[in-house]
């Protein structure tokens, strides 16, 4: 389903060119006399400089997936179980969400956490007493060996980033749990992970001592098939979104670096998470300005992980062969 929405997205960038030139050569030769031509040069030069950076980022792109990636993974597939996390943490945020979502991502998530095989504690961080007794009811239906633990925190509904503090300081008083070799997976109340998750992501950081953070590819999907064209329409601006997506992550990975530590599915060390600068840079990030003063950040948490797991001088990565599905629910007036 991905793969095709990539190549969609392919055929329509073909058919963008075509249209352009076609339409050029529809203008009228007025437009092509000798005082019109610096204009069409200028005009030109910007749309080389815009695409050669489209083509830039393709053969990068290209070469991590082909080359870098698929020898970490091979890498990571011939190793053993030494370089497997102590304890994994899955953190997730929830907020008003449908409850047909809610099953789905928690459903998804305890049995992917079954399946790892490594401890794990699942922190729920939530804001209303009905996403707790759902959670529980949940979890208590596939009866989960005694290494998965369920914890539940509950904030006021003070926004995202305040439900993630909470759930970092969490991992940070874990006891009896070695934080060097544990990881913590951060994940949206709309996000499903697909099987294997966890294990093709927290293995990579065994793998490499210096890395810090990592995330995966993502798709758009409904619930449901889309019942109208602009159901239809909806899914698929989405999904060459996220083609976009996939080419940009895969080409600044090349260079152990992401643009972003998105929040609907990254992973950090658990170390890092636990430290008190980083809780209070996701919690508390600002921006100072000589003139009107500070601004709290509201949204945007992920960026403050990145920065604060970069600043630090740690390594990130990009994961194309694990896929989360985010749902997008349509609101209709």
């Not at 991590?64 to 091979?74: A, E, L």
């Not at 999904?239 to 530590?261: C, E, G, K, W």
Request: glycine share 4%; net charge positive; proline share 3%.
């Amino acid at each position: 389903m991905y793969e095709e929405s990539q190549r969609r997205y392919f055929y329509f960038f073909i058919l963008y060119i075509v249209f352009v030139i076609l339409y050029a050569l529809a203008l009228p030769r007025e437009l092509f006399d000798p005082y019109q031509k610096k204009l069409i040069f200028v005009l030109g030069f910007i749309g080389i400089y815009r695409y050669s950076w489209f083509v830039l980022n393709n053969i990068r792109a290209y070469r991590y997936k082909k080359y870098k990636f698929r020898k970490v993974r091979d890498k990571e597939q011939q190793s053993g179980h030494e370089i497997d996390p102590q304890h994994l943490f899955l953190l997730i945020t929830s907020f008003r969400i449908s409850e047909s979502v809610t099953i789905k991502v928690y459903r998804d998530a305890i049995k992917d956490a079954i399946a790892s095989g490594y401890n794990v504690t699942l922190i729920a961080s939530i804001v209303e007493m009905a996403d707790e007794r759902l959670i529980r009811k949940i979890f208590l239906h596939f009866n989960p060996p005694e290494n998965i633990k369920l914890v539940i925190t509950r904030i006021k509904g003070t926004g995202k980033r305040d439900a993630l503090a909470a759930g970092y300081r969490v991992v940070a008083n874990s006891r009896n749990v070695n934080l060097e070799k544990s990881v913590v997976a951060v994940i949206d109340g709309d996000s499903i992970v697909t099987p294997g998750t966890f294990k093709k992501c927290s293995r990579l950081f065994g793998l490499n001592p210096k890395l810090g953070g990592l995330t995966t590819d993502e798709d758009s999907m409904l619930l449901k098939p889309p019942e109208t064209i602009h159901e239809y329409i909806y899914l698929h601006w989405y999904r060459y979104r996220f083609a976009q997506r996939n080419i940009s992550m895969s080409s600044v990975a090349l260079s152990d670096r992401v643009l972003t530590l998105t929040g609907r599915m990254s992973m950090i060390k658990a170390s890092i998470v636990a430290q008190a600068a980083f809780v209070d840079d996701v919690q508390a990030d600002s921006l100072s300005h000589w003139r009107l003063g500070v601004f709290p950040f509201l949204t945007g948490d992920d960026k403050s992980s990145l920065y604060h797991v970069m600043k630090e001088g740690w390594q990130l990565t990009y994961v194309p062969d694990v896929m989360v599905y985010t749902v997008d629910e349509l609101v209709n007036d």
